[in-house]
């Protein structure tokens, strides 16, 4: 397969439990984006990386949210002191940068669904 | 900031009836615009985008959506939608941040139900 990967596709936890979430993006893709989707709600954007520079990050994105892509390939999206309003599925994306056919365009993994009891 | 509205939340159609989904975003200049569905248990496709040029786009399946910039609005359209149309479907708009990132604004979905 040659899509993004996620993993785990499916989390629950305990309130108060850190949780931590891998993406393995598309090989060639450079840009690799974190949304998170609530019940009801389109995706929201948390964080941006272009290879191993995380270069935005959304307000949504509180102390108790850290990524990394440290080699620029796979991804982590990690959630300390996990709460129940955290309960949300966890998105990943990558995309290439422009110039290439199909540049800029943002293909999405199944995402990480977490349950935070 | 860029927002986007999909104003039907909800759409039950028959098979062969014809499908309009409204997306309407906040405001003007030069935009790129997406469509993209999510099916049942599966991640969010791809199903058409505009970027520049012919403001009636096709996409995959038989969707087409047209960008009219008067109006704020691409609509996402298909003449006749079949039982594996159902899905939740979303618009999106992608907004520039003063840092130059271009970020991808979603809208809440439309979910489409087809009956056979």
């Known amino acids: 397969d040659t899509g993004v990967s996620q993993d785990p596709r499916h989390k629950i936890t305990k309130r108060g439990q850190n949780v931590t979430f891998r993406c393995d993006p598309i090989?060639?893709?450079?840009?690799l984006y974190w949304y998170r989707q609530t019940l009801g709600q389109g995706p929201e954007f948390l964080t941006y990386f272009q290879n191993e520079a995380q270069l935005e990050k959304s307000r949504l994105l509180s102390d108790r949210f850290s990524a990394e892509r440290p080699k620029g390939s796979f991804s982590t999206l990690e959630i300390q002191r996990t709460e129940q309003g955290d309960s949300a599925m966890y998105l990943c994306a990558s995309s290439s940068q422009g110039g290439k056919a199909g540049a800029n365009v943002l293909t999405f993994g199944a995402g990480s669904r977490l349950t935070v009891l | 900031a860029q927002s986007v509205s999909q104003h039907n939340h909800h759409v039950i159609l028959s098979e062969a009836a014809s499908l309009e989904l409204g997306c309407n975003y906040s405001?003007?200049?030069?935009?790129?615009l997406f469509w993209y569905v999510q099916y049942p248990g599966q991640h969010l496709q791809l199903l058409l985008k505009y970027f520049s040029g012919d403001p009636l786009v096709k996409g995959i399946k038989g969707f087409e959506a047209e960008f009219i910039k008067s109006k704020f609005s691409f609509n996402l359209r298909k003449p006749s939608v079949q039982w594996s149309d159902t899905a939740e479907y979303f618009c999106?708009?992608?907004?520039?941040?003063?840092?130059?990132?271009?970020?991808?604004?979603f809208g809440t979905g439309t979910r489409l139900l087809v009956s056979p």
């Open positions: 999106a708009v992608r907004e520039r941040m003063n840092t130059g990132f271009q970020k991808l604004v």
């Open positions: 405001y003007g200049g030069t935009v790129n």
């Open positions: 090989s060639e893709h450079n840009r």
